[in-house]
């Protein structure tokens, strides 16, 4: 059975920072892109970042500079380094797991920016 668990998330003020963790089990880790998204309230989910299988990263614009994305294949799991943190960060973080038409989501973990 396939797990996707989001960790990390909580509330911090303007200019602080999180680290949220996706820990996945049940599949074959180091094959899959991993993808973080967020989706605030009344709006669509959005791509945060994604690290490939090879490494390479990517970052939507809103981020770019701030969030720093990583994977440790050992121990099957991606993290999100979210420094210099806005309120309009704030959201329901994601993360999903892709390889080919092969997709899996986890259930989210709350980040609020708030003084």
């Known amino acids: 059975q396939v797990h996707l668990v989001e960790s990390g998330g909580g509330l911090v003020q303007p200019g602080g920072s999180l680290r949220l963790s996706c820990a996945a089990s049940?599949?074959?880790?180091?094959?899959?892109?991993i993808t973080w998204y967020r989706q605030a309230p009344g709006k669509q989910r959005d791509l945060v970042a994604s690290?490939?299988?090879?490494?390479?990263?990517n970052y939507a614009d809103s981020v770019k500079g701030r969030f720093t994305i990583s994977r440790d294949n050992a121990k099957h799991t991606v993290y999100l380094q979210m420094n210099s943190l806005k309120p309009e960060d704030t959201a329901v973080y994601y993360c999903?797991?892709?390889?080919?038409?092969?997709?899996?989501w986890g259930q989210g973990t709350q980040v609020t920016v708030s003084s």
């Open positions: 049940g599949i074959s880790f180091s094959a899959y892109t």
């Open positions: 690290v490939e299988t090879t490494g390479i990263t």
């Open positions: 999903k797991s892709t390889w080919g038409r092969i997709l899996y």
